[in-house]
Nanobody
Framework: QLQASGGGLVQAGGSLRLSCAAS????????MGWFRQAPGKEREFVAA????????DYADSVKGRFTVSRDNAKNTVDLQMASLKPEDTAVYYC????????????????????WGQGTQVTVSS
């Protein structure tokens, strides 16, 4: 129901735009999040956006470099990534919030009910 795309190989300092498209149902009333998981590491929160798009939050490690946005008419959520670093290399996942997801726990992946399959981002030095 959630399909992430846009990943690829980019040099350090470059940019990528990830997109998450929903199908089969609308997520326009769900807060949405982006997470990532690097090899051998735990999944970590990257960014989240409220259902209306009026509120966003970011992990400290990406603040100022990444921008999350959404288009509810198209049922999509995007993650614009700039000034990429090798440490940004990971599989990126989009997720839609469940009934227990609130602004205060956006960082908690366990509160998301729907997950996309992930898209690989590799940043070379």
């Amino acid at each position: 129901q959630l399909q992430a795309s846009g990943g690829g190989l980019v040099q350090a300092g470059g940019s990528l735009r990830l997109s998450c498209a929903a199908s089969g149902r609308t997520f326009s009333t769900h807060d949405m999040g982006w997470f990532r998981q690097a090899p051998g590491k735990e999944r970590e929160f990257v960014a989240a956006i409220s259902w209306s798009g009026s509120d966003t939050d970011y992990a400290d490690s990406v603040k100022g470099r990444f921008t999350v946005s959404r288009d509810n008419a198209k049922n999509t959520v995007d993650l614009q990534m700039a000034s990429l670093k090798p440490e940004d290399t990971a599989v990126y996942y989009c997720a839609a919030g469940g009934p227990r997801l609130y602004r205060s726990n956006w960082y908690d992946g366990d509160k998301y009910a729907y997950w996309g399959q992930g898209t690989q981002v590799t940043v070379s030095s």
